[in-house]
């Protein structure tokens, strides 16, 4: 059975405000071009060179102040860790939908269901970008269990809501 209009246009208005969806748009088209995921650069970000393994995935690391006498340090990779902040303005503006379905005219249930998906949601992209900024990779499988259990989460709530969306 389908929803009222009025509810289903409620969260309509919230979850596709078209200033929200552009920043989440324009948002996840950096993280692609930073992350080098991309084939070509979206966004506001250009790439001066791209090269042969554009879109093949980030250079995690790189290495700084080395010399003839000096291997340097290995530290991120600056555009991996501009991804990672990007990854958390994405979560927070989800967070900023599902705070704003607090107050809308919408059956209980549904809410939670709406608010429970989003939370999940912006969960799954705040642990991305802690898993990008995590300097150990023997983390890593836990990380992305961690991104598989709250975007799955995510997703069953949703399922249910299905036709609000």
């Known amino acids: 059975m389908l929803p009222p209009i009025r509810e289903m246009r409620a969260v309509q208005r919230i979850v596709y405000d078209p200033a929200r969806v552009k920043k989440l748009g324009d948002l996840a088209c950096e993280i692609g071009t930073l992350m080098n995921l991309v084939t070509a650069p979206c966004g506001g970000l250009t790439i001066g060179n791209p090269g042969p393994n554009y879109g093949k995935g980030p250079t995690w690391y790189v290495i700084q102040g080395a010399t003839l006498y000096s291997s340097g ?93």
């Open 73 to 165: 340090v290995t530290t991120l990779n600056p555009s991996v860790a501009e991804a990672a902040e990007r990854c958390d303005r994405l979560a927070a503006l989800i967070l900023d939908m599902h705070d704003a379905l607090a107050h809308a005219n919408v059956r209980a249930s549904a809410k939670a269901d709406l608010r429970t998906g989003l939370a999940e949601l912006a969960a799954s992209w705040q642990r991305r970008g802690a898993m990008w900024r995590d300097p150990d990779p023997t983390h890593g499988d836990t990380h992305v269990q961690a991104i598989s259990t709250h975007f799955r989460a995510s997703m069953k709530a949703f399922e249910r809501v299905r036709y609000y969306l």
